[in-house]
């Protein structure tokens, strides 16, 4: 079984969760032209609402779309224990949410990289932490995936597992089927590390990926580093059409096929709307039929 492609609207996040001049109804009516299985939904796009969200479902349903991931980012290394109880608490409801989509797969991220925080006590928190939600993930049939993640567009500071040894170092501890890897190429790059080689230590705990491909427009990763505790993304850096960045799907793809992957990819495209959408999903799709066996 080949893997099914999903789609996130990394083009229109503002527009969904900060301007509020799209709606999630428009963006799934947008989303249903470009000949993909499923939407990744972002917690931001959501109202916690009982008829918001049987709307959202319809819509789906009526165009034939699933949702079988849902983007959170959960910040497990808050230092104040009520503000980290209440990150649990969100997750939790993240996870009910997911569920009701009759989505698989909920994200979760180990939390922004506290310039107080130590290494040992962070991975300490974060490990703890998703260790305690894997009950409530199983109840509700929801697996935890947490994502080599550069930052959330809202965090003041970048992931604190940015770091390859210190997302592997997280991951090795949790050894359960409701937790796994959303893998994406891209955040290995910001992370001035090499995705094969990570593909290469996590590939047998990789249950979902983030298809996208990134470029510089001025300057270097090491310049982009100087800025990453800006809020938002560094305004030097871009999502480009997948494909045409510094990613090698040819590589990545049968790495995952070699491992059995049947999963879902979603695909997180440049921030120039639906043109570099499809042109993605038309390169996505060719590399799956080159790579993944029906």
């Known amino acids: 079984m080949k893997p099914k492609l999903a789609a996130f609207p990394k083009c229109y996040m503002d527009d969904l969760c900060v301007h509020r001049t799209m709606t999630l109804f428009e963006w799934i009516d947008l989303a249903a032209t470009l000949g993909v299985q499923g939407l990744e ?10 008829a918001f969200l049987k709307k959202a479902k319809a819509a789906l ?13 959960p910040d497990f290394t808050q230092p104040d ?7 649990i608490e969100r997750e939790k409801r993240m996870i009910e949410i997911a569920a009701f989509f ?14 107080e925080l130590t290494r040992a006590a962070g991975v300490t928190q974060v490990v703890r932490v ?12 929801v697996v935890l995936t947490m994502e080599n993640h550069y930052k959330d567009n809202y965090w003041q500071y970048p992931e604190f597992a940015q770091k ?55 300057g270097t990763i090491e310049d982009l580093r100087k800025e990453e505790d800006s809020i938002g993304y560094a305004s ?24 059995g992957f049947q999963s879902w990819i979603s695909i997180e495209d440049g921030m120039n709307g639906m043109g570099d959408l499809r042109e993605s999903v038309r390169f996505l799709k060719t590399k799956i039929d080159l790579h993944f066996a029906e």
């Open 236 to 259: 030097r850096l871009s999502h480009g059409v997948v494909g045409k960045g510094m990613n090698d799907y040819d590589a990545i793809f049968s790495t995952l096929n070699a491992v």
């Open 130 to 141: 998703i260790k305690s939600l894997l009950p409530f993930a199983e109840k509700h049939g």
């Open 61 to 73: 349903e009526n165009h034939g779309l699933e949702m079988p991931m849902l983007c959170c980012s």
């Open 41 to 50: 939904f972002y917690a931001g796009f959501l109202e916690d609402d009982d």
């Open 81 to 87: 224990p009520a503000k980290l109880q209440a990150e």
């Open 102 to 115: 009759g989505g698989r797969f909920c994200r979760v991220l180990s939390g922004q990289r506290r310039p």
């Open 164 to 218: 390859m040894d210190v997302f592997v170092e997280i991951v090795d501890q949790i050894d359960s089927p409701w937790f796994g890897v959303n893998y994406d190429p891209s955040n290995t790059i910001l992370a001035g590390e090499d995705p094969l080689v990570l593909l290469d230590r996590v590939k047998r705990r990789v249950v979902s990926m983030h298809a996208s491909d990134r470029y510089l427009k001025s």
